[in-house]
């Protein structure tokens, strides 16, 4: 913060400065603004960082209960006693920022509220090892463990669906086939993510295959574009070629029956037709 308010200080001056020997009426006013953007900036970097090592720090601390005295017995033990304020805390910033995450345009945000959630989870079963932790100390972490997993898996479900929906949409708006393809497959990753922890979810089988079909679309149409040029310049032969590599991709990708059996159909069509006009092309001509 004193480096944020120095240099907001010097920005000040320096636009105040140059603004006067501009000849601006109100030099003050826009340099004030300036210093201001950049103050503003470093608060809210500063609550993030203080907030984020705030969580983290609720998780991953413990506070042994009773005082510094031990018994010997204790002493000899691994085991730690935890304190559930912790815990409660911890699970109050989650759910703080399992709301910010909902308003949240950033698909991220929900990704940081799923790692928030297992650190969490992770905290709570060291605390479920410690043999002096009592059944209502128990009773609660449980319950807070519950209300944590729903909260995890909703927020990484979230991050798939909206981040791999993003990133097909501009897998569509890209120009290049590697680069349609690319970030097409950057969304099938986001997807598989999300499928180690969730194998069963139904809603991300079908996004993955609707994304997997249309990587396959990409390429197919890719070798069919082309083979049609191939064909109107007459290369029949390359052509043909062409549309063996696209059959090629319709039946390596784990397309719709439907869809690959139409596609093949056209396909085979087009490579008839080829050979058609290469055989009377070589058809000797009667003078």
Same mark, same amino acid.
């Given at each position: 913060?004193?480096?944020?308010?120095?240099?907001?200080?010097?920005? @000040? @001056?320096?636009?105040?400065?140059?603004?006067?020997?501009?000849?601006?009426?109100?030099?003050?006013?826009?340099? *004030?603004?300036?210093?201001?953007?950049?103050?503003?900036?470093?608060?809210?970097?500063?609550?993030?960082?203080?907030?984020?090592?705030?969580?983290?720090?609720?998780?991953?601390?413990s506070v042994p209960e009773g005082g510094t005295r031990v018994s010997s017995d204790k002493r000899n033990s691994s085991k730690k006693t935890y304190s559930t304020s912790l815990h409660v805390a911890a699970l109050a910033t989650i759910q703080k920022q399992s709301a910010a995450a909902e308003t949240a345009s950033a698909p991220d945000s929900h990704l940081d509220v799923f790692h928030l959630c297992q650190n969490y989870l992770e905290s709570t079963e060291e605390a479920f090892r410690a043999t002096?932790?009592?059944?209502?100390?128990?009773?609660?972490?449980?319950?807070?463990?519950?209300?944590?997993?729903?909260? *995890?898996? +909703? +927020?990484?479900?979230?991050?798939?669906?909206?981040?791999?929906?993003?990133?097909? +949409?501009?897998?569509?708006?890209?120009?290049?086939?590697?680069?349609?393809?690319?970030?097409?497959?950057?969304?099938?990753?986001?997807?598989?993510?999300?499928?180690?922890?969730?194998?069963?979810?139904?809603?991300?089988?079908?996004?993955?295959?609707?994304?997997r079909e249309f990587i396959a679309s990409v390429r197919v149409a890719h070798w069919v574009e082309l083979a049609e040029r191939a064909a109107f310049k007459g290369h029949y032969r390359r052509a043909i070629d062409r549309y063996k590599d696209a059959l090629f991709y319709l039946e390596r990708e784990s397309l719709k029956e439907d869809v690959r059996i139409a596609g093949e159909e056209r396909i085979g069509r087009e490579i008839e037709a080829l050979r058609l006009r290469l055989k009377s092309r070589h058809k000797p001509r009667n003078e």
């Open positions: 913060m004193i480096a944020a308010g120095a240099a907001a200080i010097a920005l @000040f @001056f320096a636009l105040w400065w140059m603004l006067v020997v501009g000849g601006d009426e109100a030099p003050w006013v826009p340099a *004030g603004l300036a210093a201001s953007v950049v103050l503003l900036v470093a608060l809210s970097a500063r609550e993030v960082v203080m907030r984020r090592a705030w969580t983290r720090y609720l998780l991953e601390n002096n932790l009592p059944p209502q100390k128990r009773n609660a972490l449980r319950a807070g463990q519950e209300r944590v997993r729903t909260l *995890g898996k +909703h +927020h990484l479900l979230t991050w798939a669906r909206d981040s791999s929906r993003t990133l097909t +949409h501009e897998a569509q708006k890209r120009v290049r086939v590697s680069d349609k393809i690319e970030t097409a497959n950057r969304a099938v990753e986001c997807l598989d993510s999300a499928l180690k922890i969730f194998p069963e979810e139904h809603e991300l089988n079908e996004s993955k295959l609707a994304i």
